[in-house]
């Protein structure tokens, strides 16, 4: 039972433009939701969080949204550089699992120059 | 400091070799994870310590052996492993869930790991 879903496998954007990456949610125990981008043997980097009383958080070129009643979370990158080519996961965590995250199964984005 | 370490980069071993994997943070985290991952997959959760005692075992083979020493290292030990064992090995490290709920896992850069 996979509970957090990122059904795009890959995404291509232009250079400049927004890029848009989404995630699905089953449980609705989750209240904190997270991304992390990772290059290829790295480790995953930490972009960004939303605790679940909110539906918006911003930093610098990335934004991620939280929909509670449709279950979807998305992060917006503006505008897209090519160095932002990487894999994002979706990931999410609720007071139940402890300190347990669990995992989307990542999007490649490919920002085109 | 924000960073885990995690040393060797690389290791190459044989199936009946035994080594260590290890890992270091200095964010007084009281969390600590080891993970592994395949190419194109999520990281896939082995063990979580929570002030220094094992709190999550995710069914991983005993040929997989973790220690948490102190709060600021963990160490996961490697003995007769298989080849499809073979995988990037992190390391990462937050505040218990119980002290806060914004629990962003730190991670560190792995260690490629193949069996022959």
């Known amino acids: 039972d996979q509970q957090v879903k990122q059904n795009s496998p890959s995404l291509s954007v232009q250079e400049g433009r927004i890029s848009i990456l989404n995630c699905d949610y089953t449980n609705s125990m989750f209240d904190y939701f997270l991304w992390y981008k990772k290059y290829p043997a790295e480790g995953p980097t930490f972009l960004i969080s939303i605790s679940s009383i909110k539906d918006k958080n911003e930093d610098g070129r990335f934004t991620v949204f939280l929909n509670k009643s449709a279950k979807h979370l998305s992060l917006h990158i503006v505008p897209s550089q090519p160095g932002d080519s990487a894999v994002y996961f979706c990931a999410a965590s609720a007071v139940w699992s402890g300190s347990r995250l669990t995992f989307g199964e990542g999007t490649q984005l490919t920002v085109n120059p | ?116």
């Not at chain 2, 963990?74 to 003995?79: C, D, M, R, S, V």
């Open chain 2, 1 to 116: 400091d924000t960073e885990v370490t995690q040393t060797p980069k690389h290791l190459v071993m044989g199936m009946t070799n035994k080594k260590s994997l290890k890992c270091e943070q200095h964010m007084g985290h009281r969390a600590m994870y080891w993970y592994k991952q395949k190419a194109k997959k999520p990281p896939e959760l082995m063990f979580v310590y929570s002030y220094e005692k094992l709190s999550i075992n995710e069914s991983v083979p005993s040929r997989f052996s973790p220690e948490c020493p102190n709060s600021s290292l963990l160490n996961l030990h490697l003995h007769a492993l298989q080849p499809e064992d073979s995988a990037l090995y992190l390391c990462a490290s937050s505040l218990y869930r119980g002290e806060s709920s914004y629990n962003e896992q730190f991670f560190g850069p792995g260690t490629r790991l193949t069996v022959l």
